[in-house]
Every structure is written in C-alpha cells, then in structure tokens.
C-alpha cells in the first residue's frame, strides 16, 4: 500500500458462504489468464531427487522472487506396468483385495494373491476382482513367516515374462491377550506373519528391482493397546525393517494405518483394542 502507483484490491476468498459469488471470480481470474491480462508469478521449478537442497538454499537467503517449486517426479505410466507384476500378501483378505482392484487399476498385468488359505473368499471370482482391468490373478496357499513358501511366491510373481516390481504386505494375524497371558506361542502366532512375513519377503525379493515395497503396519505400533504387547511388536518390526530398507538405499514405506471403513481386522470388531487404538490415531 505504500508503494507509488501501485493499487491493491483485498478479496476475502471464502469459498463456502457464498459458492455462486466464488465461481464467478474463479472464472474471472481464468478468462485474465488465457487472455494475457493476468500474470502468475515468477516460477523456480527444482527437482526433489536432484536439486531440492539447491531450492531451499536459495529461499534460505531470499535470492528468489515469485515461487519456488519443488518438482516430484512421476509416477511411473501405465505403459511402464505392461510387464509388471504384484505380490498382495493377506491378498485374499478384504486390504489385500482392495490393494489388488488398485494395482490392477494401476495397469499392473499379474497380482499374485499370496494367504495361508490360498482361496478367494466366496462369491468372489477372478473375474469379478479385477473385472475389466485385463490383469491376470494368481491365488497361493502360503505361510509368508517360511522362507521357502515366499521364495516360490516370488517365482511365481516372476513368471513368463512378467517381472516382480511391487509387493504388498498385508498379511497378519491377532491374538490378544494381557502380558501375563503371552506365551512363546502367542508371540509366534502373531509376529510370524507380519515380522516374519516381512523380512522373508525382503530376502527373497532382494534381487528384484522394486519400484514399491509396502508394510502394512498399525497405529498399534505407536500408541500400544491393552493385550496387543505381540501385535504392537510386530507391527513396530515392519516399521524398523522399512526405515533400515531406506537407509540402504531400498523402495520401502511401512504405513500405520487406523481403521479402515468395513474391511480389515478393527472394522470387523475382532480387535476391541486396536479398533479403539487405531480411531484415536485417526
């Protein structure tokens, strides 16, 4: 305002007590920008994975005038998926379904649905799950906790010329109980699939170049709950597995999820605890 020859307009962009006023000046601003008569501000683009540092160095002594953007890369195209293949563990459980339809929508061609039952639940058909998509569906009977099970999962997802490029921890069991109630079985029951799970199929996949490997973790690793010491420890495992992966360089996230609306274990009521704990991390 201080400045000469310079006129400033306020607006007050309050989108919804008046929705019909805001289009009109969304509008508005659109029409300027294809005519000329608006010009958006000076833009720095800086790649994430190249140059991020660079980016902020310059905010750091305000050397920038207009915007700076920080530039990610893209996910990789349908195009790059044609020869691609998916390992969905739990794959037959209502996550590892959801994360199959998702990877087939994706153009992922093969989905290798890896459980300890190696069927579908019923009503459910091949077809029917990934209806459209023209990805091929493979169920397998497999404990994920026994290294050599996971080694044939692996071949599997490997097959003709399909090539493993993701793999999708879902896998995991529950068996509460309060601390002087766990025993070694108890311990086993649960970290077996998950912790177990997770580190068998990072030895077996060691040689495949991953572009994703996905933990399904809990928010029971972060806030604990009553009678789920052995839950909350192996979900804590897929968290550390994840954060070593990364510090080598690897494709690992481990994500502790809260509950999910009408599938997975806390929607289903089998677990007071982690329902009530994964809702409050939400």
């Known amino acids: 305002a201080a400045h000469s020859g310079m006129h400033t307009l306020a607006v007050d962009m309050d989108m919804q007590a008046d929705p019909t006023w805001m289009q009109r000046i969304l509008i508005r601003l659109r029409d300027g920008v294809d005519s000329g008569s608006i010009r958006p501000l ?5 790649d994430m994975a190249r140059s991020a540092q660079q980016a902020f160095r310059l905010l750091q002594r ?11 890369a893209q996910e990789p195209s349908r195009e790059h998926n044609k020869q691609a293949s998916a390992i969905v563990t739990g794959g037959t459980s209502g996550l590892g379904l959801l994360t199959a339809r998702w990877q087939a929508d994706c153009g992922v061609r093969a989905v290798v649905l890896a459980s300890r039952t190696g069927r579908l639940p019923v009503g459910v058909s091949d077809a ?7 990805a091929r569906v493979h169920t397998l009977r497999c404990d994920v906790g026994a290294i050599a099970d996971v080694r044939q999962l692996v071949l599997c997802a490997h097959e003709g010329s399909m090539r493993l ?3 999708w921890h879902a896998a995991g069991v529950l068996a509460d109980s309060t601390l002087a109630q766990q025993s070694a079985s108890s311990l086993v029951h649960v970290m077996s699939p998950k912790a177990g799970g997770a580190w068998a199929m990072q030895r077996a996949s060691a040689a495949s170049p991953l572009r994703s ?3 399904f973790s809990s928010a029971a690793a972060l806030l604990g709950g009553a009678g789920q010491a052995n839950y909350s420890a192996a979900n804590s495992c897929l968290d550390a597995l ?3 992966q990364q510090t080598r360089g690897g494709a690992s996230s481990s994500v502790q ?4 609306a009408e599938i997975g274990m806390a929607s289903r009521g089998a677990c007071r605890f982690c ?5 409050q991390a939400l």
């Open 62 to 72: 305000g050397g920038n005038i207009g915007k700076i953007v920080i530039r990610i």
């Open 42 to 46: 000076p833009l720095l683009s800086y």
């Open 165 to 167: 490029r993701s793999v």
């Open 213 to 215: 490997y996905a933990l």
């Open 128 to 134: 029917q799950l990934l209806l459209g998509s023209g």
């Open 275 to 279: 329902a009530t704990a994964d809702r």
């Open 242 to 244: 994840a954060s070593c």
């Open 257 to 260: 999820w809260g509950a999910w």
